[in-house]
């Protein structure tokens, strides 16, 4: 059964600086996305990452993907308070029982 | 309207109500989902549907009933609902229900009391 972890699970910092959120999971798969959950909303897609190496970039946010590592980072550069949201990645369980499994969530708060 | 969309946006319902939260998906897909999310236990698959049939059920109390009249619309039946099940409800939609990037609705916040 696949077991997905996100680290840290809470983070705080100043605007400014940089961070990264680091998503590991347990067994083999080759198909990761982040979303992105803002107070009492719905969870909106930030990135989809799709084999090994892949690498996503929006605005201050950078998603990668090391299938064999079995680990995807998401990095912030400059962080501006607009991002302090909750951060989940998700990876398709390829093996047995085909389906999404979400790690915990990551709330990120970005302090003036 | 595109997207996922779920009605209402907001219940507050007794123990010994029953109502329904509706959810439905102009996207085209073939799956869709019910999660729960509390502050205790952040994303819960609750039930997955494929084509309109019921792949997975996890474990979830009979007080929730699924419902899933054909792939654009999923509705979940709720009756003699304990305090314990107030949470943010999600509804989700997947082209197939073999993996693969899930579109959310924007949730229903119940509150039961």
């Known amino acids: 059964e696949l077991k997905v972890e996100q680290n840290p699970l809470f983070l705080s910092m100043q605007e400014g600086k940089n961070y990264t959120i680091y998503c590991n999971y347990s067994?083999?798969?080759?198909?990761l996305y982040w979303y992105r959950q803002d107070p009492g909303k719905s969870l909106e897609s930030l990135f989809v990452?799709?084999?090994?190496?892949a690498v996503k970039q929006e605005g201050r946010l950078m998603a990668s993907l090391d299938t064999k590592a079995r680990l995807s980072t998401l990095h912030i550069t400059a962080a501006v308070h607009d991002l302090s949201a909750t951060y989940f990645c998700?990876?398709?369980?390829?093996?047995?029982?085909?389906?999404?499994?979400f790690g915990q969530g990551t709330r990120l708060t970005i302090n003036p | 309207e595109t997207g996922v969309t779920q009605t209402p946006r907001h219940l507050v319902m007794g123990m010994t109500n029953k109502k329904s939260l509706k959810c439905e998906q102009h996207?085209?897909?073939?799956?869709m989902y019910w999660y729960k999310q509390s502050a205790k236990k952040p994303l819960e698959l609750m039930f997955v549907?494929?084509?309109?049939?019921?792949?997975e059920n996890n474990s979830v109390p009979s007080r929730f009933s699924p419902e899933c009249p054909n792939s654009s619309h999923l509705f979940l039946h709720l009756h003699t609902l304990q305090p314990e099940d107030s949470a943010l409800y999600l509804c989700?939609?997947?082209?197939?229900?073999?993996?693969?990037?899930?579109?959310f609705g924007p949730g229903t916040r119940l509150t039961v009391t």
């Open positions: 996207l085209g897909h073939n799956a």
């Open positions: 990452l799709l084999s090994n190496g």
């Open positions: 067994t083999t798969s080759d198909r």
């Open positions: 989700a939609s997947s082209p197939y229900a073999t993996g693969g990037e899930q579109y």
């Open positions: 549907y494929s084509l309109e049939e019921r792949v």
């Open positions: 998700a990876v398709d369980q390829i093996q047995g029982a085909q389906k999404l499994v």
